[in-house]
């Protein structure tokens, strides 16, 4: 057999899952030394068949023993994995409490802030409430202080055309007497300056 197939058979050997798989890779391996060396049983002496065979059996033991140490690695690489997988579930479960704590807060934050914001509206609806009966106060007592002004200027109205009648009529009166008054100032004038004309007339 030559170097190449030796060591794919080793190969093999280190990579088989069982007893049973390596069992036929033996087999296997028998049987192709058997198909390229026909003669190989006159060729081969007992002893040299031994000291073969004793060489695939310390083979197979160190492939038993490499298997065994990759068994036990990968055993303590799994039971690795394992660990970190548990600690990475630990982690994952406390980030898993925290965030439902938090979204526990927030919730009951949020809850707080809108029962808050439905006092801060109702306060504001009452406000605005007030303020439009305050709103109407205001425009009735406007409306009456229209309305009172109004029956004030009216009043003021009369007042004033009375006055203004009043005045006409006390016009007429200053005007009559001062027409009066006119006539007799005019009148004794007339008379002086006739009776002077007379008297330089009456001398002549």
Do not use: C
Not at 157 to 162: I, L, S
Not at 166 to 174: C, F, G, N, P, T
């Amino acid at each position: 057999m030559a170097a190449v197939d030796v060591l794919e058979l080793y190969d093999k050997l280190r990579l088989a899952p069982d007893e049973e798989a390596r069992a036929r890779l033996i087999a296997q391996a028998f049987s192709l030394l058997e198909a390229r060396y026909p003669h190989l049983d006159d060729l081969v002496t007992t002893r040299e068949l031994s000291t073969s065979e004793l060489k695939l059996i310390k083979e197979i033991e160190l492939v038993r023993g490499e298997i065994k140490e990759t068994e036990l690695r990968l055993v303590k690489e799994i039971e690795a994995v394992r660990a970190e997988t548990e600690k990475v579930r630990g982690e994952i479960k406390e980030t898993e409490l925290r965030l439902v704590k938090e979204i526990e807060a927030v919730r009951g934050e949020i809850k707080e802030t809108e029962l808050r914001l439905v006092k801060e509206i109702e306060s504001v609806r009452a406000e605005i409430e007030k303020v439009r009966g305050e709103t109407e106060k205001v425009r009735g007592e406007l409306k009456e202080t229209e309305l009172r002004l109004v029956k004030e200027i009216e009043s003021v109205r009369a007042e004033t055309e009375k006055v203004r009648a009043e005045l006409k009529v006390d016009i007429a009166r200053s005007h009559a007497g001062l027409l009066k008054w006119s006539f007799l100032f005019w009148a004794s004038q007339l008379g002086a300056l006739l009776l002077l004309f007379w008297r330089l007339t009456g001398k002549g």
